[in-house]
Every structure is written in structure tokens, then in C-alpha cells.
């Protein structure tokens, strides 16, 4: 029990020591995680993880992706820039790789050619991580970056199979029939309700039925967990069970930060090697933009979806677990140092396109992009930016009311689902600066900014008034040291949600007394 009080306790003190300085927790952690590889054994506790931390770590990583399945739809896995981009990204660093690694290294060619796979791969659990914490799963550079790594995934688990000799059992056919089981798994999360047992439901199927269920006919437990929540991914409650597993999701990827960092003692060629990979690093982040644009992605959604790829990929550490045991630890430290190096970039993705924008968008191609924005609100009055539950709510009030509204959102499934329903919706990305540059705002009369997180209601407060918008904006908040930085940037009113909610109960109260007073 005195390595898992001593790591965690590790784990808090540096995540804590690295957030002052600006850097992501998961800094911290590996940080944590070499610090108890050095100094552990000096106040008696044994070398590596250990079995508990092993196990917490696999059953975040099986949480993480299972979440990640359910926010996934199987019909952007064949977009172009996702398979395009997968696979040339893939020949292409496997090549440049294999060639540096012969060149430099006394290695042989099989295993020269295991080890640039390893490095060809993109992290799963980081991008993952910055994705879902800026709101972005489900934007459209969302989706590809997360397509892409699925494809990778895949890829790498064909490796493990080939090279280490492996090959599933008769009995994984079993797996293709899991979708005419998708009837029976939403009757299921219906039975659920909406708390402990919709949680313990969403573990269960994440670690029993994908992840057990897939290693005991011999495929990989990572892929059973995503495909769980694939499955799931198109439940009214989908999004609720992924926003309930949150926590207990974060809690255990600590865990799997820790196990790295406490995989190995790294000697001065792992440092070395550690080192020049990570000044390599930036050509996979170089040939994933290239890739996009070349598939005619706009400058922004190439350049955000490939920071988010560049980091290199613990399924590289798997690959190595399994068959170059000799390169873990080398591989371990390249994969930290390139968190480190990658964490604070994707933080910074979007100030840092802002920058390089008028460059950028040079390179795009001057073709129809799949991603192409809005030029004109047509004679709409009111604008919504974000149509989730509020944005909804708001849209449906006003347009009833008899006023012409339009909405916008940087999810294109969510787009498509409105327009369906006969609403006058555009895909958008409201922290894209081309987006307000180019916008016809004649006739708007007000804004109203619905998003999620409050980065990107600053930066669309910010440039509708720099484009000379001079009507009401108003935002909606989720905490109230929000509305200081949004007033300042802007906005007009704020609305708080939790307390627009009792406003709301107490309206409804007052109705409901007045009829019995009626009556």
C-alpha cells in the first residue's frame, strides 16, 4: 500500500508545482513518475509501478477511449483526410524514420523497422486529453485528428500480431456481430437511469465487455473499449455517460502518466536518443499539416489537427513492450519529453495560429474545402454560436417569438442534425479570426454566445467587436469569475446557467400557483 500513497501523493505535489508554472497536470505526473523511479528505491519502495499502478493505468486508458468511442461516429473514419491522412502520414515517417535509425544505429532491420513504427504513431491519450478539454472532440479538426489515431491504432495493432508472432482466435470473429447487439446495449443505459448505475454501467462495458472481452479471443482490450463506446455513440445519453465518467476517468490516467515515468531508469543513450527525437519531433507535426492541407483542409483545422499529432504515442511503448523490450526505456523517455514539449504547444494552438495565419493560408488549396465556413448570415436578426442544449433553447425562444435566427456550431454531426429538424444552422468555428473577418453582419442585431468554454466565447467577443459589431453580445457563464473577462473583452450581459435554471423554477412556480388560484 506505501507505493500507492507515496505516488499519489507524488502525482499531486508535481501536478500542483507545474500548473503554477503554466503546464498542463500531466506534466507533473510523469515528472512524479521518474522522480519515484530515482528516488524510491532510497526510502524502500520497490523498483517500478508496480501491479496496483499497472492495473489503474489500463483501466484509465480503456475509460479514456471508451469515452472517446462515444463521441465518435463511424462515418468519419472514411472522410478522405482521415484514411488519406493515416496512411501516407504512415509510410511516409515510417520511411524517414527507418532511414535515420540505419543510418545512426547499429540495429537490425527488423527491429530498425519495429522501432520507426513505434515512432510513427501519434499519442492517443494526449491529444485525446487536449481535445476533450478544450470542447474540441467533435469539431471538425477534432474528428480527424481522432480518426486518424484510430487508424493508427489499428495499424499498430496488426503490428503487434505480425511481429510478435500473435494472431486472434477463431472466436474473434464473434466480434463483427456486436452491432446487431446495439438494441439491447441502449434498452440497457435506458434501464440505467442517470446516476451510480449509469456510471457502473459505462465501466462495465468499458472493462468487461470491450476490454476482457476482446484480450480473451486475442484482440487488443483498447480497441474492445472504443468499440463499446462506439456502439453506444449514437444514445440520446451518450454524451450525459461521458460526462459522468469524467473524473473517475482522470483519476486513473494519473496512473498511467506515473507507470511511464516509472518504467526505467534512462541511461545517456536513452537520454541522447530521447533528446534527438524530440528535435525531430516537429516534421510529424510538418508532414501532418502538408498531408491536410494537401487534402484540402483550411490552413486552420490542418494546423490545429496536426499540433494536436505530433506528440509521440504510448501505443509505441506497447509496441515495444511486446516485441523490443530492450528499446522501452529509451522509448519512454522520448514519449515524456515529447508531452512536455507538445502539452504547452496544444494549449497555445490557437494564439499561435493567429500568428502565422496570413503564412499559413497560403499554402491552403484554392478548392472547395469540406470545411468551408459561412460568408453571410443572410437577413437573420439574432445570431447563437453554440447550439447544444442552452443554444437550443435560446434559438427555439427567439425564433418563436417571431424574430429570424440562425445558428452556428463547430460540430458538423450536431449541424446536421438541426438542419434535418428544419432549422437554419451553419457549421462554424467561433475561435477562427477568418470566420469574423469575413462574416456579412448587416442586419444582425444581437449575438448570443452559447459555447461551452469560456476561451471561445473571449475570442469571439473580441473579434465581432474588432469587425465593428456595435449590438448587444450576450454570453452565457458557468462560473461567475467568467464574467469579469468576458465583460472586458466585450460583452454586453453575461447569464449565468445555474441560476438562470432557478429563474426558470421559479417562473414555472409562480404559474403553477396562479392556476390553482385560478381554478
Given amino acids: 500500500m506505501l507505493i500507492e500513497v507515496v505516488s499519489l501523493s507524488f502525482a499531486f505535489v508535481f501536478g500542483l508545482l507545474v500548473r503554477q508554472v503554466g503546464l498542463p497536470p500531466l506534466v507533473g505526473f510523469l515528472a512524479a513518475g521518474f522522480a519515484l523511479n530515482a528516488y524510491g528505491p532510497a526510502v524502500g519502495l520497490p523498483q517500478g509501478a508496480g501491479p496496483f499502478l499497472d492495473h489503474v493505468a489500463h483501466l484509465g486508458v480503456l475509460l479514456l477511449l471508451f469515452s472517446v468511442g462515444l463521441k465518435l461516429k463511424l462515418k468519419n473514419l472514411i472522410e478522405p483526410a482521415v484514411i488519406g491522412g493515416a496512411a501516407l502520414h504512415f509510410v511516409f515517417s515510417v520511411g524517414l524514420f527507418s532511414l535515420g535509425i540505419f543510418y545512426f544505429l547499429e540495429i537490425g532491420q527488423g527491429d ?27 469539431s471538425f479538426h477534432g474528428r480527424v485528428a481522432i480518426g486518424i489515431l484510430i487508424i493508427q491504432d489499428l495499424i499498430a495493432l496488426a503490428v503487434l500480431s505480425i511481429a510478435g508472432d500473435q494472431s486472434p482466435s477463431i472466436w474473434s470473429l464473434l466480434v463483427l456481430g456486436l452491432p446487431l447487439l446495439r438494441p439491447v446495449l441502449h434498452w440497457l443505459m435506458d434501464l440505467a437511469g442517470h446516476e451510480e448505475l449509469l456510471v457502473l454501467m459505462g465501466v462495465v462495458f468499458a472493462v468487461a465487455v470491450g476490454g476482457y472481452g476482446f484480450e480473451v479471443v486475442g484482440l487488443s482490450p483498447e480497441l474492445g ?9 449514437n444514445h440520446p445519453r451518450a454524451q ?18 506515473l507507470q511511464i515515468g516509472m518504467s526505467g531508469l534512462p541511461g545517456h543513450d536513452a537520454l541522447v536518443f530521447a533528446l534527438v527525437m524530440g528535435l525531430v519531433m516537429p516534421l510529424k507535426g510538418l508532414l501532418f499539416f502538408a498531408l491536410l492541407a494537401l487534402l484540402r483542409l483550411r490552413a486552420r483545422n490542418a494546423f490545429l489537427g496536426a499540433l494536436s499529432l505530433t506528440c509521440y504515442s504510448e501505443f509505441g511503448l506497447i509496441v515495444a513492450s511486446g516485441v523490443l523490450e530492450e528499446w522501452l526505456v529509451p522509448l519512454a523517455i522520448t514519449v515524456a519529453v515529447s508531452f512536455v514539449i507538445a502539452a504547452p504547444l496544444n494549449r497555445m494552438a490557437h494564439p499561435i495560429f493567429d500568428r502565422l495565419e496570413p503564412r499559413l493560408r497560403q499554402l491552403e488549396r484554392r478548392s472547395a474545402h469540406p470545411d468551408e465556413q459561412p460568408v453571410s448570415i443572410g437577413d437573420a436578426e439574432i445570431l447563437i454560436v453554440g447550439m447544444g442544449r442552452t443554444g437550443l433553447a435560446a434559438f427555439s425562444a427567439m425564433e418563436g417569438g417571431g424574430l429570424t435566427v440562425v445558428g452556428m456550431d463547430a460540430d458538423p454531426d450536431k449541424v446536421e442534425k438541426h438542419r434535418k429538424n428544419g432549422r437554419n444552422v451553419a457549421y462554424a468555428d467561433a475561435e477562427d479570426i477568418e470566420l469574423w473577418q469575413g462574416l456579412d ?36 457563464t458557468f462560473h461567475d469569475d467568467e464574467t469579469e473577462p468576458l465583460r472586458r473583452a466585450g460583452a454586453s450581459e453575461t447569464y449565468q446557467s445555474m441560476a438562470g435554471a432557478g429563474i426558470g423554477i421559479a417562473d414555472k412556480t409562480r404559474e403553477a400557483l396562479a392556476l390553482k388560484v385560478a381554478c
Fill in 112 to 138: 530498425g523497422l519495429l522501432l520507426a513504427t513505434a515512432l510513427a504513431f501519434s499519442s492517443t491519450v494526449l491529444a485525446a486529453k487536449v481535445l476533450e478539454a478544450k470542447g474540441e472532440l467533435r
Fill in 225 to 233: 473499449a472504443l468499440a463499446m463506446g462506439v456502439l453506444l455513440a
Fill in 240 to 257: 450525459e455517460l461521458s460526462h459522468a465518467l469524467w473524473s473517475l476517468k482522470e483519476i486513473l490516467l494519473i496512473g498511467f502518466f
Fill in 441 to 476: 453582419f448587416t442586419g444582425l442585431r444581437a449575438v448570443v454566445l452559447t459555447m461551452p468554454h469560456l476561451e471561445g466565447k473571449l475570442v469571439a467577443t473580441r473579434n465581432l467587436r474588432k469587425m465593428g459589431f456595435t449590438g448587444p453580445i450576450v454570453a452565457n
